[in-house]
């Protein structure tokens, strides 16, 4: 009998870190420093400048990881998202790059285009381009393009396939252990 | 001689895939004391191993082994080398259908006739009536326990469906009710009754949705007859001199490469994989293919016209609480030529969970547009639309020049839409969304069609056998013992799901191939 464990499925659940959550915001900000958006970069690290979620970065980065972030968000806009769905969603790019020197350097590349696209529009980066629209443009700009579609391609699994974001959309998620929805109000609408 | 039979044991009937067609023969020649080897490409599985989880089972039991696309289809565009979402397991699409068990008009047997001469549609009539298939519906409906026949209640109706009948009425159509759905209302053949899991697309781990993997498969092993040999994936189809076919070569899991020999060959691997066998079965005697005299092997594919609605209020609805296709109008499924196409189409209330809704809701999509729709998923409702597409002689499966792992080229699968298709869909279309904004929907959506689940007619019946590939019980019109047992016949799609009809057929395929066995005409 095959069984297959839903932990064994590559992008079911992505864990997130770590150690990091466990150390105070001073903690942190002792080994990095508030970077453009709402984030905190160290050696080895991106965090909330809050310091609420905390992400051990091996690869790539942490200004690459932390672009790669807005960009996810920026992709798939949910303004009752915290930050950390986001980060969770785009780790596996990281983790790819650690296996593989060319992937590595395709995001590298890819986050470097979002940067130059933004300083042709005068600003200092993509990650502290403020207002989403000019990001949004620099994004719909290159939306055919490898690195655009591979970010978005992945998201579409890995952003949506969260539990977490399961329970901020309103979806309820596995019912056999419930005993289904015969007793859990499948059929519960009163407004028609 | 019983189960396991040898390779070399000629006296054996050897089906190929175990689904709607595959197993349900597979059953009913094992309870005549037919000896049947039953190859499946899949593993084994059952209740207790699916997930209620949309990736995970896909990872689980989806056919993903490479086939490539072509034509104008969003589906090409979208999902190139899923043209199909099928499944790869012993039951095969039985395993994640909604259950929806319908009968074909009498009208859709004779869509030539009826319709006319459509403009690049190749159009036939079946070689079948209605009065023919009756006794078998009858079988068919009473061993898959169909609600609202046999005395079996209709299954109660969840909110989607709630929203969808209120609807209905508001339109005017009259025929709107939960369903004639293979799924236990009351617990029936020693299988559980639906708890409104809402998974029904993952395999129902309550077995109160019909699937061959636990009815027919066991019913059949138990009899001694059927041999059921998984992960069996089939490369092709061997005959002698005579022309006949005399076995059938696949590879196991452990890479060996083996012929099982055969007196009758019955391929049943759904519309894509089936005239793939067969095409890559040509010899220096049948160079087009086997069965291939008419060149309409992989030929006439359909897909049926389909399509979603999506539509979202100012209220939660949880349509994902309970079964998928919890409903139905079939107002819409007559020919009426006044709306602007032939043929007709049903009406199905349809739910995903999230991570299908991002995937299929607009494949590509992308930003505040499509973030919105995401944000309004516990206040949707949605239904599915499936319709009668017309069969054209250009789309079609033929022979990639990819190879897959066992070195054999891959399916393509190309498909344009037909004008009628189009028309069709845009009438449903209207029609779904004016169902939902009639009872307040504050936005709606229309959805692209999805990698194909209904997959047809690429081995079609007809009565000559230059326009197609079988008679009407589905024997070549070329190779008298070699049989096809599902979807592939159909010779148009009528608007009804298809599962009821594959099954019917195959009941009535056995009775015949157990006459012929029997006079020893094959």
């Known amino acids: 009998m095959n069984t297959i464990s839903e932990k064994q499925h590559p992008v079911a659940f992505v864990q997130p870190a770590s150690e990091l959550m466990k150390m105070s915001r001073r903690q942190l900000l002792k080994r990095g420093a508030v970077i453009g958006g709402s984030f905190m970069v160290g050696g080895g690290f991106l965090a909330a400048s809050s310091a609420s979620w905390a992400l051990e970065v091996k690869s790539l980065e942490p200004q690459v990881m932390a672009t790669l972030v807005q960009m996810a968000r920026d992709v798939y806009p949910h303004d009752r998202f915290g930050d950390e769905l986001y980060a969770v969603a785009v780790k596996g790019h990281d983790d790819s790059a650690a296996e593989d020197k060319q992937y590595k350097a395709f995001i590298e590349d890819g986050v470097v285009s979002l940067d130059t696209a933004a300083r042709e529009r005068g600003q200092a980066s993509y990650l502290q381009t403020g207002w989403e629209s000019d990001r949004v443009a620099i994004l719909k700009a290159m939306e055919s393009e490898e690195f655009f579609q591979t970010v978005r391609g992945g998201l579409v699994v890995s952003l949506y396939n969260q539990e977490a974001v399961w329970a901020a959309l309103g979806y309820e998620g596995s019912s056999f252990e419930h005993g289904g929805y015969i007793k859990r109000g499948f059929d519960d609408i009163n407004w028609l | ?522």
Request: one cysteine or more.
């Open chain 2, 1 to 522: 001689m019983t189960a396991p039979f040898d390779v070399y044991d000629n006296s054996v009937v050897v089906i190929i895939g175990t689904g709607a067609g595959g197993g349900t023969l597979a059953n009913e020649l094992a309870q005549k004391g037919i000896s049947v080897v039953a190859l499946e490409a899949g593993g084994r599985h059952l209740p207790q191993d699916y997930l209620n989880n949309e990736w995970p089972s896909f990872s689980q039991l989806a056919w993903t082994d490479m086939r490539t696309t072509s034509g104008d289809w969003r589906v090409a565009k979208d999902f190139a080398n899923l043209p199909a979402w099928i499944v790869k397991a012993v039951g095969g699409s039985t395993t994640h259908w909604a259950g929806a068990s319908l009968r074909f008009q009498e009208h859709e047997l004779r869509a030539k006739t009826e319709y006319g001469d459509v403009e690049g549609a190749n159009l036939l009539d079946w070689p079948i009536s209605l009065g023919e298939l009756e006794p078998y519906y009858d079988k068919a409906e009473y061993k898959m326990g169909v609600t609202r026949t046999n005395g079996i209640p209709g299954l109660p109706g969840n909110n989607n469906f709630k929203v969808m009948k209120a609807g209905a009425d508001k339109l005017g159509y009259k025929e709107c009710h939960t369903g004639r759905m293979a799924i236990n209302s009351q617990t029936r053949d020693n299988r559980a009754a639906c708890q409104q899991l809402g998974f029904c697309f993952q395999g129902c781990k309550m077995g109160a949705k019909w699937s061959t993997a636990y009815t027919e498969i066991p019913s059949g092993e138990a009899t001694g007859n059927l041999e059921v040999r998984e992960n069996a994936h089939v490369l092709k189809v061997n005959h002698d001199d005579s022309g006949k076919v005399s076995g059938v070569v696949y590879q196991d899991l452990d890479g060996y490469q083996i012929e099982q020999k055969a007196r009758v060959v019955c391929v049943a691997g759904n519309s894509i994989e089936s005239p793939r066998i067969l095409l890559n079965s040509a010899s220096t005697q049948f160079p087009d293919g086997l069965a291939n005299s008419s060149g309409q092997v992989g030929k006439n594919y359909m897909r049926h016209m389909t399509g979603s609605v999506y539509a979202a209020f100012d209220k939660p609805v949880h349509m994902y609480r309970g079964t998928t296709m919890a409903g139905i109008i079939s107002d819409e499924a007559k020919h009426d030529p006044s709306r602007g196409f032939v043929g007709g189409y049903e009406m199905e209330t349809l739910s995903l969970g999230i991570p299908f809704m991002a995937a299929f809701l607009n494949p590509g999509g992308w930003g505040r547009e499509f973030t919105a729709a995401m944000d309004m998923y516990e206040n949707m409702a949605g239904m599915w639309l499936v319709g009668e597409d017309m069969p054209q002689e250009s789309n079609g499966v033929t022979l990639s020049d990819q190879k897959d792992q066992f070195d054999m080229p891959v399916a393509n699968v190309h498909f344009d839409d037909h004008p009628n298709d189009i028309a069709m869909r845009n009438h449903a279309y209207q029609q779904g969304m004016a169902i939902f904004d009639s009872v307040g929907a504050t936005q709606t959506y229309p959805t692209p069609p999805y990698p194909s689940t209904h997959n047809l007619g690429t081995l079609r019946m007809s009565a000559k056998a230059d326009e197609g590939v079988v008679n009407g019980f589905g024997q070549s019109h070329d190779i008298a013992n070699l049989f096809v047992s599902d979807g592939s016949q159909f010779t148009t799609g009528g608007a009804e799901n298809p599962t009821l009809t594959i099954v019917s057929l195959a009941i009535r395929q056995a009775e015949y191939i157990e006459n012929q066995m029997t006079e020893k005409s094959i």
